[in-house]
């Protein structure tokens, strides 16, 4: 039919609508991975626990139960955060997320004070390793596939702008450093004979996720306070509206925040005062279609104020910021 796109032609809105469909399901389907990884992990490093009867690897273990729980937090988290805005919610339910690494991060707490409780036991009650090549095989094993996985939750929650997956990444890749860590002890251990080292790894892998329990936290709770944009991307951003005001006198009170994977940007725009209302309306339009190019899951809204509202002398070049 005469007027009809070529075949295999999208519009550009629809493009950008599966793209965002393609990156909501890929993110999804990541959550509910880790759910499943987490599990296979947790019965290696049990294995790992049960067969050698070591604290250090008792301590691993009882982390890895922490990333099974905060994986099934994430996948609600993830899937309540996709929702659309309703008439509650209508400017959507993208900091469902952060609750999510809070739970994670208050969990994480939780885990270092039992394996410090394990430690006081062990030192009260001293016992040899069993079978200690066996079990770090078997750790290393888990070790292996929790690295191949935090590299692929990180890298597509920051792309997916999806704190949950990248808070969940971030506390695997510290199981791995932890993990590792154990392993090169605990092999100490059985050389030298030293098995005093056990305990002490359980007790240096408490404190470094204590620490990483409240960064997780406390980045959390910066994303809920409604955290800007960092400078790069506010700089970015000042870029593209610039390159795409034509028409426009000044742009000032530039605004951002962060809410999960949206953006939110909101500015005033100064335009000729006997301006129509239409040609501003395009000029919005321009600036925002040019936003939402360069920028994934972008708010926009935009003030427009006549001439005599503008903050910076007449005459100032090249629509400035004020």
């Keep these: ?163 949950a997956l990248v808070a969940d990444g971030r506390h695997i890749m510290t199981d791995v450093i932890t993990s590792m860590g154990v392993f090169a002890g605990l092999v100490g251990a059985v050389l030298t004979g030293w098995q005093v080292l056990d305990p002490a790894l359980a007790v240096l892998v408490a404190l470094n996720i204590l620490w990483q329990g409240w960064h997780v936290i406390a980045s959390s709770l910066n994303g809920l306070m409604d955290r800007a944009v960092d400078i790069q991307e506010n700089i970015r951003i000042r870029d593209i509206i610039s390159a795409n005001s034509k028409g426009v006198i000044e742009v000032h009170d530039l605004r951002t925040r962060i809410a999960g994977r949206a953006t939110f940007i909101e500015f005033h725009m100064i335009v000729d005062g006997e301006m129509p209302v239409r040609d501003s309306h395009m000029i919005c339009d321009r600036i925002e279609d040019a936003l939402k190019a360069e920028i994934p899951s972008v708010r926009v809204v935009i003030h427009v104020e006549p001439d005599d509202e503008a903050k910076l002398p007449k005459g100032t070049p090249a629509v400035p910021f004020a």
């Design 1 to 163: 039919m005469q007027g009809d796109p070529p075949a295999g032609f999208l519009p550009l809105g629809a493009r950008r609508n599966l793209s965002g469909m393609n990156a909501k399901q890929k993110v999804a389907r990541l959550a509910l991975s880790s759910i499943l990884v987490a599990l296979v992990v947790l019965a290696l490093k049990v294995m790992a626990w049960w067969i050698t009867g070591s604290v250090a690897l008792y301590s691993d273990a009882l982390e890895s139960i922490v990333n099974v729980i905060t994986a099934i937090a994430a996948f609600w988290a993830i899937r309540i955060s996709h929702k659309p805005a309703d008439e509650d919610h209508p400017f959507g339910h993208h900091k469902a997320e952060y609750f999510s690494a809070v739970l994670e991060g208050v969990l994480i707490v939780l885990a270092a004070i039992l394996i410090l409780a394990e430690v006081w036991r062990t030192f009260q009650s001293p016992s040899p390793l069993e079978q200690p090549w066996e079990g770090l095989a078997v750790n290393g094993v888990a070790t292996v596939i929790n690295a191949a996985w935090a590299w692929a939750l990180i890298r597509t929650g920051r792309s997916g702008k999806s704190p």
